[in-house]
């Protein structure tokens, strides 16, 4: 039987962070993994370019039962920590919008900077190894497929539920439960939302376009959050990142409101109706829309008319009509389609500055098994990045 320092289960981007944080003390580090390659994950995200962080991390921009809970592990290590990381391994980065930060060249460079880091800290990486039992007397023992492995300490990363065809599983959280930590509630994060019915009909013809809006969800769980990005219809709903924004904040049976014209001036058309009284209103609302999109919002009878000679009053009513649409979704496109996996393990607990089980010594959660989650936009990459150098440091 092996014995070691830290056992890490799961070679992702919170695991890999937490090995080499470790490995750097001089702990004897083994990481397991059944995946044939580390960082999946980080592979496929962003494109392939990996929005790695976010200059604008903090605490509020994180979904968690304990809002706070993150505050400590974020100001600990933060983004500019881990760019001076990637400024070691000259990996060249650019700003796309709203502080994310993406590789210019292919994701893999994340992944061989992490595993050069792991290798030059002495880290053990196994993969493809089917993990077993795990108990605990005085200290750990994992049973895997090539044998057993003894440790005094215990880390819990191998992810949560979402994106089930690179292997994702719910190992963290049985584990959790089997050493008797609480979980909250569990559900996709970050995913395309499902419509239904007349919803439905009335998008059918659309998928594939796309519009710049702003997405809020109408309900108690909406904490007044909107989110001004992308949208795009899809076959079976809406989709692109103000959807997936508001899915995280979106309740079954509650309504999402969209605003179709989140950069137009209040009275645009009646505006417009003064400044181009011949213009047709078709016309108008295909300046400010997509034609297609616009065109399933015009009333009967108007796609031909001047905007002239609609009043006033029918004016004002379509552009309401367009900055408060509501639909209803129907459901998401579960853990298939979902970025991330929202709630986990509890962190009622867990410490914050080490992320170790109060009432398992040796015992940690880190990453997205934590019921801690990000925006879109390489949030959920800078709690991996934090939430494994806290325990690594510890471990």
Known sequence: ????????????????????????????????DH???????????????????????????????????????????????????????????????????????????????????????????????????????DRFRVETDAGAIDAASLVLATGGLSIPKLGASGLSHDLARRFGLPLTEIRPGLVPLLLGGAELARMSGLAGVSASVGASSVGASSNGVRFDEGMVVTHRGLSG??????????????????????????????????????AGLRAVLGEMLPQRLADAFLPAGAPGRPIGEVA??????????????????????GYAKAEVTLGGIATSGLSQRTM???????????????DVTGWLGGYNFQWAWASGFVAGEVA
């Open 241 to 278: 990142p103000a959807i997936l924004q508001i899915s995280s904040f979106w309740r079954a049976g509650a309504a999402v409101r969209i605003d179709l014209l989140p950069g137009a001036a209040e009275g645009f058309l009646r505006a417009r109706k003064r400044a181009r009284p011949k």
């Open 35 to 137: 995946a044939r390659q580390a960082g999946e994950k980080i592979l496929i995200s962003g494109g392939g370019r990996c929005n790695f962080t976010n200059l604008h991390c903090r605490a509020e921009r994180f979904l968690s039962a304990n809002p706070h809970f993150a505050r400590s592990a974020l100001a600990r290590y933060t983004p500019r920590d881990f760019l001076d990381m990637v400024a070691r391994h000259r990996i060249a980065w650019h700003e796309k919008t709203l502080g994310q930060l993406f590789c210019d060249g292919p994701a893999r460079q994340i992944v061989a900077m992490l595993l050069a880091e792991c290798a030059a800290a002495g880290v053990d990486i196994r993969l493809q190894q089917r993990i077993g039992a795990v108990s605990r007397a």
């Open 312 to 333: 006033d009053r029918d004016l004002a009513t379509l552009e309401a009509a367009l900055r408060a649409w509501q639909v209803h979704p129907v459901g998401t496109e």
């Open 356 to 370: 170790q089980a109060d009432a398992v010594p040796g015992l940690f959660a880190i990453g997205e098994a934590v």
């Open 1 to 32: 039987m092996d014995t070691t320092d830290v056992v890490i289960l799961g070679a992702g981007a919170a695991g890999l962070m937490c090995a080499l944080t470790a490995g750097r003390r001089g702990r004897r580090v083994v990481v397991l």
